[in-house]
């Protein structure tokens, strides 16, 4: 007897299976279009996601930074009082920010001269601005004794040509935003260097910005030069602080007092030390009491 054996699908036509593979290969087609699709989808989806994050942190990034402790603004007289006037600029901010919140709690239009090239001199700036007290540079120049008193980063020297001078300031301006004044920090050696001062106040001119000459050395030339080119300066009368005590800060206000009732305008300098601070924010609400009011920098300077 003779055994058949069938293969298995043996009966299935030609036309069938050809069918069958076509449908199977469209089905096949058809899911893998589906599938870019939805691949498509998720990817634009996620892609949309980043960009809306990214654009949220960079609203986020460009609005004003706030601290939480707010100084109290201060509003400058649109017109000068006819009471004497004084002057106080608080010089080398930029190391510490607490110190200057601090002083900017103090109700008094007092001025402050912000270092440059610190890691808190933006930010410094910043916060002043924003408390409508004005905002100077505080200019690092070569003192007598370098190698004993460091002026800081981006100070000038008597060792630079005038362009590498010119160079050097702009980057100080630049690195202080909206400073209207500049005043000298230490420069008992540069300040007496009339070429490179004139140098340096030509700059100034050129940019609208006042200058105080700090007087660190008494043969300082700022000043001189400063009226000759035309540009509103001051020179100032005293330093607040040079001894770091509360008494003799009180006793070197109420020098600077004497000079604005006699002379009617005075200009000192301070620093941000406890003493100073602790000064300034119980006698700065007594001044017009005692017939002199605290203006800002550009109030004193002609």
Known sequence: ??????????????????????????????????????????FLGIAGNIFQRRNSIHQISTKPQTHPRKPNPVTIPETPSNLPRIAIIIDDIGYDLKMLDDLLAIDGALTFSVLPGLPHTAEAARRIRESQREVMLHLPMEPLDAQRWNPGPDALLETMNDDLIRETLV??????????????????????????????????????????????????????????????????DLFLDHVDSEEYVGRQLESLLHIARSRGRALGIGHPHEATCRVLRAQIPRLKGQGVILAPASMIVE
């Open 1 to 42: 007897m003779k055994v058949v054996i069938r293969k298995k699908g043996g009966n299935r036509s030609p036309d069938k299976s050809g069918r069958r593979r076509r449908t199977s290969s469209y089905r096949r087609r058809l899911f893998l279009v589906f599938l870019g699709i939805c691949i498509t989808a998720a």
């Open 171 to 236: 980057r100080d301006i630049n690195s202080v935003p909206g400073a209207i004044g500049v005043n000298n920090h230490m420069g008992s050696r540069f300040t007496a260097d009339e070429r490179r001062m004139t140098t340096v106040l030509d700059v100034l001119r050129e940019r609208g910005l006042f200058f105080v000459d700090s007087r660190t050395a008494p043969d300082s030339l700022g000043y001189t030069i400063a009226r000759r080119l035309g540009i509103k300066s001051y020179s100032s």
